[in-house]
Each structure stands twice: as C-alpha cells, then as structure tokens.
C-alpha cells in the first residue's frame, strides 16, 4: 500500500523524520501562511496549487496548514450538532503581557516569549482563559474565529469523556471485558482485555504505528478507513471488520504497559456505541455540545462505512473547545450549569494519578513526559498544579491547570506530526504561563 493512498487516520497521525529543529529545514510559519500560499484559489484553481486528499497531497506541508481549516472539503463527514438552546456566554479581558511571558525550551539554554512560540509551533489560533474569562486570543494563520479545525488526536479525549459520562451513569462498566459488549471480538487480540484497559491504552494487542515499517499494522487499520481505495483492495472494510483482525502480543499481558494505539479509541466508541445505540458524532452532540451551548455544529470525518473517525476525526471550532476544556476545569460545570457529572470529571482528572498508573506509563517511549500518566485518553501531568491535557499531532491540545484557574485550546499545523518535536517548545510555555497568570 502506497503511502499516497493511506486514510487521513495515518496521515494525521505520521511522525516526520529528523530532529527537534523548526525553522532550519522547513519555510517559517509566516512564509507558510494559507491565503499567501493560494491553496484552491480561483475556478478552477491552478493545477500546482489544486490539492486531492486521494493522493494525500492535501496533507503535505505546507498545503496541510490549508486543509487542517477545510477538511469538509476532502471527506465524508458527520454533523455533531449544537442545537438550538440557550449558548454559553463568556467573558474577554485580554491581557497582551503575555505576548512577554517568558520561558526556557526543554534541551534548550536560551528563552522564547509566549509570542514568539507561536509561529515556532506553526499555530493556527491560540485561547487562554484564567479564571473563566478569555485573556488571550490569537489567530495567526488561515484559522478564523467562526471556522473549524481538524483536532487530530485531541478527539480521543472527547470519546474517553463519553465513556467516563457512561461510566459515571453507570450505563457502562469499565470492568467488564470488551466482549461483554463486543462479542464479534471473541477470536480477537481484545478478547481478553477489559474495557478500563481499552481506556487507559494498557492493552497487549499487536499494532504498532511505525510509519518507517511498511508492514506496520497501521497501514492496514487505515486501509479499512480509506474512502479512496484502489480497485482491487480485499481487506477490511471498515474500521470494526479491522478490530476483528486484531492480534494479542504474545509476550505481554494486558494492563502491564501503556501503549499509545489508535485503534484503543475506535474500539472504545463502537463499545459506546454497543451501550446508548448512538454513533459517536450523535453521543459527543448529545452528552456534550448540545448541554454545552456550545456556537458551532462540529463534525466528524468517516470510514466507508459511515463510522466516525474516534481516533483523530473530530473538527470543530477554537472557543467551543476552550469553553469544553473551561468546563471540565469546573468539575463539569459551565455558566453554573452541570453539563456532565463531576464524577466523570474527576475520574479523568486524577483517577490515573496512582504508582500503577505512573509505573505502566514509564514503560512507553514517551522518556520527556516524566511522571506522567494516561486515564481515559487523556494525558495526566501528575505535576505540583494536577494539570491534564487532550494532544493531537500537528500542535493541538487542550491544557487544564486547575491550580492556576487556566485552560489553553490551540489549533496548529505545523510540519512535524509526533508532539515529541512539538513539546519542548509547548508545555514549558504552557507553565509559564500559569505561573504568570497564578501572580496577577
């Protein structure tokens, strides 16, 4: 299988070779700009400036920095509405000293300001609330406020949120085993795993997303998914038959490590899907964005089967996500309203915080994130300020500091996929900008 005719599942989620360097191998951020580039411009646009999603060249740097705003264009998609009730309200009172917080890059010994991170993460469009009010908000590249932007793997943590609103409701049971939901996975590498260990990424199963390998699995997961396939493709046609496929690791048991696969986050959807009869882009509109109030209709991207994309494919705009990301730092509350229980919240908040969490966490290659731990998609900092965070390639996250009253929403596109190049120069921003807010 050509890379070419990969899914956006895998392109979304490549890691591209080299090192932790921006601007010495790529165009800068502003040399990169969408409307300078003349992306799908004109009727019809130039050939060199037309872009397909068939042949992946809408993912490219920098054509991606165009397509991260317009991925409605390029796939098969699934409204998650936002209905017509009462939308929330939010307060701006913006502070431009932090454009000057300073901040040291992790293996770095010189300072970057807040601002100028902002091109050197090729960022779309930034918030900051402290203390429920907008007090930054920026939006450097082709992302404008009314618009929507793919959020990559910060999905995940949207379906991990659907199942803990389940969990907390009791409508689903983490300990249960994935075939008690899911028997079609009896002769699968699942068959064994439980529903908590499909949460937490702890689940033995053969996958590996090594792009440099073409026999990785996860050229043939996203085969499944692929809306453009050749003509003479006999395998999976979707991304459940794919599940079915799925091997167990024999030299490993489930729970003992964390292990960050893509397809833990399809399963988890189909399991909620197997318990409220809804697919996900219906659960996310009804448990969350509809009570939310939130001002835009979402969507997800499909597999060709019509299954939503749990794993990367939820796009959807910068303030809905920050006010999602602004409720879950109040327990779940938003305009003094319970939007979903606080149970859940502090579930997915501190329920990966213990020694086993940390202990299954340090056998990954994730060797920068020191102390962390993952519970229910989300990525759990376990430092002094109990921050958490949901990260999507290419630059997306949602930062909660519950210490500092802060959560951070970014879109980006920048030219580097894997966060272990985006890192470095985020989070030790991210802190800064805590600390700072914390002394005003």
């Not at 601007?23 to 990169?32: G, H, L, N, S, V």
């Not at 064994?192 to 043939?220: C, F, G, H, L």
């Not at 999507?392 to 920048?414: C, K, L």
């Amino acid at each position: 299988m050509k890379k070419t005719l990969v899914s956006f599942g895998a392109l979304a989620l490549v890691g591209m070779a080299g090192g932790a360097g921006f601007a010495e191998e790529f165009p800068d951020a502003q040399k990169t700009l969408p409307a300078s580039m003349g992306w799908m411009q004109g009727f019809p646009p130039a050939q060199e400036k037309t872009l397909h999603a068939s042949d992946g060249s809408f993912f490219e740097f920098p054509a991606l920095r165009y397509s991260v705003n317009h991925m409605r264009e390029f796939y098969p998609t699934r409204n998650v509405s936002s209905g017509n009730g009462k939308k929330y309200s939010v307060k701006q009172k913006l502070d431009p000293k932090i454009d000057n917080v300073t901040f040291t890059p992790w293996d770095s010994d010189k300072t970057m300001t807040f601002e100028e991170s902002l091109d050197a993460n090729y960022t779309d469009g930034i918030i900051v609330m402290h203390k429920g009010k907008i007090v930054y908000e920026k939006y450097p590249a082709g992302l404008k406020p009314d618009g929507l932007h793919a959020a990559m793997s910060v999905s995940k943590s949207f379906t991990g949120t659907v199942a803990s609103i389940l969990a907390a409701e009791g409508k689903l049971d983490p300990s249960k085993k994935v075939t008690d939901y899911i028997p079609e996975l009896k002769d699968s590498g699942y068959a064994d795993a439980t529903v908590r260990q499909v949460m937490d990424m702890t689940t033995a199963i053969k996958y590996s997303e090594d792009y440099n390998d073409p026999n990785a699995e996860i050229w043939a997961y996203s085969a499944a998914g692929n809306v453009f396939r050749p003509i003479n493709y006999r395998g999976p046609q979707n991304y459940y038959e794919y599940l079915a496929t799925v091997k167990k690791l024999p030299d490993l048991e489930h729970g003992e490590a964390f292990g960050y696969r893509t397809i833990n986050t399809e399963l988890l959807a189909w399991i909620c899907s197997r318990v409220t009869g809804q697919g996900l882009a219906e659960m996310v509109s009804e448990m969350i964005w509809k009570p939310l109030g939130a001002h835009y209709d979402g969507f997800y991207q499909l597999d060709p089967s019509g299954i939503a994309f749990a794993g990367g494919g939820f796009d959807l705009n910068l303030r809905d996500m920050a006010m999602f990301g602004e409720m879950m730092r109040n327990g779940g509350k938003l305009n003094g309203k319970q939007i979903i229980p606080e149970k859940a919240v502090k579930d997915i908040a501190s329920g990966g915080s213990s020694e086993e969490y940390k202990a299954a966490f340090a056998k990954s290659d994730y060797t920068k994130l020191k102390g962390w731990s993952y519970h229910n998609m989300w990525w759990i900092t376990n430092n002094s300020h109990g921050a958490y965070m949901a990260r999507g390639v290419h630059g997306q996250a949602i930062y909660i500091d519950p210490a500092a009253e802060m959560v951070i929403a970014r879109f980006a596109s920048t030219h580097y996929a894997s966060n272990k190049y985006i890192d470095p120069l985020s989070i030790p921003a991210y802190e800064a900008v805590a600390e700072y807010l914390m002394k005003k």
